[in-house]
């Protein structure tokens, strides 16, 4: 077996049309030297393994006029309307219809000027359409253009020549509409591409200097000025600034970053000058990958167009079959007039065609993950797209999902003493310490404003699995748990500690004291606080129709119910081991139609596989939720979620409409036929007003927002 040669990506412009795609995909797979070809009709471009020049793959293209540019090639501005050559043959095509009538309504439609007028109104606007036409019926390939100019030449030879003209001009026209409707639907993916500048001022030794980002390198030292936006993903070394990541997580609100913190290529920096370490290449950053997910998830076959797709690979040729048969039947059989049958079996041919069938649902997917993507959600296919849509039950992961993921000081009560003493005392004998618990004590100190950093701290020991003490202003003091406390006193804790100790912890909260051997001073409670957009979430999610919210966790059943009823889930299971987690997925999919698993995308791998959609959490730089997940929530924003579900719903919607609306239309038109209503043009309107109707009724999709 031959070695497979490396893949090669290509922008295509001038790709409207699903059925065009596939065939331009085998044209290319035709060519010599090409092992195998992949066409993106959502992102517009085509992926080639083997050698292919872009003349080899432009001819292949020649059918639809297509032009074949480098990837990283800027795609080339459409000139106005007025000078666009295809738009201006419409133009002088039109003018001279309109005078061709005019003279057959003044001296007879078969008058030499009306005839002449007609005639060269369907050569100037149909030449590249007969071309095409042409070609196709040769090789016996029955497509929309071979379907045109068998219908207007027909139309020609039985002297229907205004019919003819009226047909080249409506087609041509459509045509020119459904082209700027699929630019259009394309543009989200477009816009994500324009995001990140394509070169930055770095710093190499003593000079600055402006590189293009692909001659950037990991190390380099990045100069990112106020206003400007990243053009490579990075850790900031100097300097503090907001960053708008807007492109990345699609919230808008500005995030502080100072030294130590990750930044991302395509977001804005709004305030300081900021030093920048690159850490990833171009193609590696986290916008090179949203953008190849999108492409990637928008080229993906959903469902209901794989079911579209089979059922036109079967309707078009019944269509010829009939339009044949009805062309011929009557004549032959009844001693009907030819003409006017050969005239209804081309009206037929014209509306039979499957155009806005098979684009009713491809345009919905293009434009519906690209929307999402723009809102900070990446949607992996169009098979989740319309899971979602689906999604009955929603399984949360507790710890960096429900929760922030890091225990935050929620009380502090003080016996005897000054509440901000204690808490400068404690903050001060824990600032060095690693433990989670002893990090949100200092936290809230700091947050307080605490002078405790500066505090003399002397003789700190550790007192395995209890807690510490160290000497603090010439007293030893004691943090710790509280069986520390019942070991170190001599009559234990008070009884009404206690119960305050019970009530703090009964609520799922982690409780420490600040004592002396005397007595307690002070009692601190810590827990991992539920995030404000968890509750939120929650409830839009019971408003759009969820009929389950679950929580899933490792935790003990009485922190898990505290965190469960502040959240407002429906449902709570706690003391789950990962494999408990992945049953209970499998449990609820026997049950229910549809079940989405929301987690952290690395120890939830298991049951985010299980479920019919996974949900990440924070893809924005975790590569593992990036590549595991059906769905990332790029901003570590719950209230992504519902607003996902409603759009997933409102392309479904969209995509029955349109494939309700398509066959409709081709049924109504059929209907027409038999008592000789259906002429060559209105053929031509339904047909392709139907594929122009579908196109726009998709880009409604575009206008989905999250709600507020």
């Known amino acids: 077996m031959s070695e497979q040669r490396e893949a090669k990506t290509y922008r295509v412009r001038g790709l409207s049309c699903a059925n065009c795609a596939a065939k331009f995909e085998n044209n290319v797979k035709a060519l010599p030297g090409v092992q195998d070809a992949k066409v993106n009709f959502g992102a517009s471009k085509i992926t080639v393994w083997g050698a292919a020049t872009i003349e080899e793959l432009e001819k292949a293209g020649a059918f639809e006029n297509l032009k074949v540019l480098e990837e990283e090639e800027k795609a080339v501005k459409r000139e106005p309307f007025w000078k666009q050559k295809e738009n201006m043959k419409v133009c002088i095509s039109a003018i001279l219809l309109a005078i061709s009538w005019l003279f057959g309504k003044q001296y007879g439609e078969g008058h030499l000027f009306a005839s002449t007028g007609y005639a060269l109104s369907i050569i100037i606007g149909g030449y590249s359409l007969f ?73 190499r030794g003593n000079e600055e200097m402006m590189v293009p980002v692909d001659e950037i390198q990991i190390g380099d030292i990045m100069i990112v000025k106020p206003g400007q936006k990243l053009a490579m993903d990075g850790i900031v070394i100097k300097g503090t600034s907001a960053l708008n990541q807007a492109a990345i997580t699609g919230e808008s609100v500005p995030v502080t970053k100072t030294v130590g913190d990750e930044v991302f290529a395509g977001t804005l920096n709004e305030e300081g000058l900021l030093e920048v370490k690159v850490t990833k290449r171009a193609e590696d950053t986290t916008l090179a990958k949203i953008i190849h997910l999108v492409e990637e998830a928008q080229a993906g076959r959903a469902p209901s167009q794989a079911f579209v797709d089979r059922f036109a690979k079967y309707y078009t040729p019944a269509i010829i079959i009939f339009a044949l048969l009805l062309s011929v039947f009557p004549p032959l059989w009844l001693g009907a007039d030819w003409s006017e049958w050969i005239y209804r079996g081309l009206a037929l041919l014209i509306v039979g065609c499957p155009c806005a069938l098979v684009i009713s649902t491809p345009v919905a997917i293009v434009t519906a993950i690209g929307n999402a993507a723009k809102n900070g959600v990446l949607i992996k296919g169009g098979i989740y797209l319309e899971e979602a849509g689906n999604l009955e039950v929603v399984a949360f992961d507790k710890t960096g999902t429900l929760t922030k993921g890091v225990p935050s000081v929620t009380d502090v009560v003080t016996y005897g003493g000054d509440e901000r003493e204690g808490l400068a005392i404690a903050a001060a ?15 809230k100190a700091e947050e307080d404003g605490l002078p405790f950093h500066d505090e003399p701290v002397e003789g700190f020991q550790s007192i395995t699995g209890k807690g510490v003490k160290a000497e603090v202003k010439k007293e030893i003091y004691y943090v710790g748990s509280p069986g520390l406390f019942e070991e170190l006193l001599p009559n234990g804790i008070p009884a009404e500690i206690k119960e305050q100790i019970a009530a703090l912890q009964t609520q799922g909260k982690t409780v420490m004291a600040l004592g002396t051997e005397k007595g307690i001073l002070t009692v601190i409670a810590a827990a991992d606080e539920i995030r404000d957009s968890s509750k939120e979430a929650i409830r839009k999610l019971h408003r759009v129709g969820i009929k389950k919210t679950v929580m899933l966790t490792g935790d003990n059943r009485r922190t898990a119910e505290a965190a469960g009823k502040e959240a407002g889930v429906s449902d709570i299971k706690a003391d789950l081991l990962p494999e408990d987690k992945l049953n209970f997925i499998k449990a609820l999919r026997e049950k229910y139609r549809s079940v989405a698993m929301v987690g952290d995308g690395v120890n939830d791998a298991p049951a985010l596989a299980a479920s019919t959609v996974g949900v990440a959490m924070g893809g924005a730089g975790t590569d593992t ?84």
């Open 131 to 203: 071309m095409k036409g042409f070609r196709n019926f040769v090789r016996l390939n029955f497509d929309m253009n071979t379907l045109m100019t068998v219908a207007v030449l027909g139309a020609a030879a039985i002297g229907e020549w205004g019919e003819g003209a009226a047909v080249v001009i409506l087609f041509a026209i459509s045509e020119t509409l459904e082209r700027y409707s699929m630019d259009k639907a394309r543009q989200s993916i477009e816009s994500l591409m324009e995001i990140a500048p394509k070169e930055a001022w770095v710093r």
């Open 429 to 443: 004998i824990e600032k060095n310490s690693q433990h989670p618990l002893a990090k949100a004590i200092v936290r």
């Open 625 to 708: 939720a990036l590549e595991t997940a059906d769905i990332v929530l790029m901003a570590d924003d719950l209230r992504k979620l519902p607003y996902t579900i409603r759009l997933s719903r409102k392309a479904l919607a969209i995509i029955k409409q349109n494939i309700a609306f398509a066959l409709g239309v081709k049924a109504l038109a059929l209907l027409l036929i038999a008592p000789g209503w259906l002429t060559l043009w209105l053929a031509v309107f339904a047909d392709m007003g139907a594929t122009l109707i579908v196109t726009l009724n998709s880009m409604r999709l575009v206008k989905v927002e999250d709600e507020p």
